[in-house]
C-alpha cells in the first residue's frame, strides 16, 4: 500500500475542495473542432450551436425529446431467438450482443413508444446507432413489425426515426428477410387509412433504404444526414465517375426529389405536429408548461387570432 498515494493525497484533494474532471465535459465539433461545453449541447438538443451540426442522439432520448413532457410509454419488444446461426467472426455474436446491451441499455436497436405531441397521440419508434450500428436483425424487424401493429390496433400515427449501417450481417438470410417483412407490415400499416411519417437521421444506409425507411408519406430528413444504399466508395467503383461533395447528404437528396425536407431536429416535433394534424384532420392541441394534465385556467390561453384572410381584408 503507498500511503502518500492512497491516504495523504486524497487527503489533501478533499480539504482543497478538489474534484476529478468528468472526461465528458467537453464535446467536440466533428465539423469545426470546436470544443462545446457538454450542458449546452445537451440543452440544446445535441445541436452544436455554431455549427448547426447534428450529433447522433440515443433512442431514448430521441423520445424524450419528441414525445410531450418527454413521458411516453414503451412498447414491449418481441422475443426473438438470440444467436440463430451460432455466429462467429473475431468474437462470438452473443457477445457482441451483450456488449452492446450493456453500452446501450436496450435489448436492441429499436425503441418505440406510445405518446403525444402537441396532444395529439402517436406511434413512435427510433432506431439507435449505438446499437451494433443500428443494423436489421431478427429483433429489430420483430420490433418494427410490433410498433405498426400496435399503431394500426389504437387507430394512431407511426413517426418513425431511421439510423442504420443496414442488414446486420451475424444473422445472414435471416436479417435480410426482415426487408420483406416489414414492408409488408407497411402496406398493412397503410391500408388502415393512418399516416407514417419517416424521419431519416444521420446515417440512414444500406438494405434499410431499401424497405420501410423509404415507404413514409412523407419523408423528413435531419441537416447533413447521410442517406443512400451503396456507400460512395462503392458507386464511384462502379460507374467510374467521380460523384459531387454532397452526395447522399439529405440537402443533395432533397434537391433531387428523393426527400421532401430538411427541418432541423429543433422544428422537428412542430413540423411533424402539423403534419399528424393535417392528415388526420385533428387540430394540435398545445401543452402549456405547468399544466400538463389538467385543464389550465382561461387565462392562461391566448385568445384565437383572426384569420389572416379577414386580417388582410382589413
Known amino acids: 500500500m503507498n ?5 495523504v493525497r486524497p487527503r489533501i ?23 462545446v461545453f457538454h450542458k449546452d449541447l445537451e440543452s440544446n438538443q445535441y445541436v452544436v450551436p455554431s455549427s448547426g451540426h447534428h450529433m447522433k442522439i440515443s433512442a431514448r432520448e430521441r423520445l424524450t425529446y419528441f414525445f410531450d413532457g418527454g413521458k411516453f ?17 473475431e468474437k462470438r455474436y452473443v457477445d457482441r450482443l451483450k456488449e452492446a446491451r450493456t453500452k446501450t441499455g436496450l435489448e436492441d436497436a429499436i ?29 429489430a424487424g420483430e420490433a418494427i413489425i410490433r410498433a405498426f401493429d400496435t399503431a394500426r390496433d389504437k387507430k394512431r400515427p407511426l413517426i418513425l426515426f431511421a439510423a442504420s449501417g443496414g442488414a446486420r450481417m451475424q444473422e445472414g438470410i435471416l436479417s435480410l428477410m426482415q426487408l420483406p417483412r416489414t414492408t409488408v407490415a407497411v402496406d398493412r400499416f397503410k391500408e388502415s387509412g393512418l399516416p407514417y411519417v419517416v424521419v431519416l437521421t444521420n446515417p440512414t444506409t444500406g438494405g434499410v433504404t431499401a424497405s420501410y425507411a423509404m415507404l413514409g408519406d412523407v419523408h423528413i430528413a435531419e441537416p447533413g444526414a447521410l442517406i443512400g444504399f451503396a456507400g460512395r466508395r462503392v458507386i464511384e467503383g462502379t460507374i467510374r465517375e467521380k460523384l459531387p461533395d454532397d452526395f447522399q447528404t439529405a440537402e443533395y437528396l432533397q434537391e433531387h426529389g428523393m426527400v421532401d425536407m430538411v427541418v432541423p431536429r429543433h422544428r422537428l416535433k412542430g413540423t411533424v405536429t402539423r403534419l399528424v394534424a393535417l392528415f388526420t384532420k385533428r387540430p394540435p392541441q398545445p401543452i402549456l408548461l405547468g399544466y400538463e394534465g389538467q385543464e389550465p385556467p382561461a387565462e392562461a390561453v391566448a385568445p384565437p387570432q383572426e384569420p389572416a384572410t379577414a386580417v388582410a381584408a382589413q
Open 73 to 89: 410509454e414503451l412498447i414491449d419488444n418481441p422475443k426473438v431467438a438470440a444467436d440463430p446461426l451460432k455466429f462467429r467472426d
Open 13 to 35: 484533494n478533499s480539504m482543497l475542495g478538489r474534484r476529478d474532471m468528468p472526461e465528458n465535459l467537453w464535446i467536440k465539433d466533428p465539423e469545426s473542432g470546436e470544443m
Open 3 to 7: 500511503w502518500i498515494t492512497n491516504y
Open 111 to 139: 425503441l418505440s413508444g406510445l405518446g403525444t405531441i402537441d396532444g395529439l397521440p402517436i406511434v413512435a419508434t427510433v432506431q439507435d446507432f449505438a446499437f451494433m450500428g443500428g443494423s436489421l436483425g431478427m429483433a
